[in-house]
């Protein structure tokens, strides 16, 4: 069973910087894409970011220029750098990896941007 173990979480204020790491179990390559998801309370989960097999990255229009995604390949890892934080930024963050069209998720870091 594939395994995601989400990282990284914590209080910090608007303005400030969190990065979450999001490992996986087995190789990276092995995946169509894996991706950052996050859910507001109140709210449906949304897509933040993903980065596919090929390297290519896209982004939510409310995250692009300030959060980035990337990976470690030998470390089977993803990043979310997460820059200039907003509290509309506050949610749980989830991190999802695909192959074919099975989706496997961790089980969430929380992100709390407050003064």
């Known amino acids: 069973q594939v395994q995601l173990v989400e990282s990284g979480g914590g209080l910090v204020q608007p303005g400030g910087s969190l990065s979450l790491s999001c490992r996986v179990s087995?190789?990276?390559?092995?995946?169509?894409?894996i991706a950052w998801y996050r859910q507001a309370p109140g709210k449906e989960r949304e897509f933040v970011a993903d980065i596919n097999v090929g390297g290519n990255k896209k982004y939510a229009g409310s995250v692009e220029g300030r959060f980035t995604i990337s990976r470690d390949n030998a470390e089977n890892t993803v990043y979310l750098q997460m820059n200039s934080l907003e509290p509309e930024d506050t949610a749980v963050y989830y991190c999802?990896?695909?192959?074919?069209?099975?989706?496997?998720w961790g089980q969430g870091t929380q992100v709390t941007v407050s003064s």
């Open positions: 087995e190789n990276i390559f092995n995946f169509n894409d």
């Open positions: 999802r990896a695909r192959i074919l069209r099975q989706d496997f």
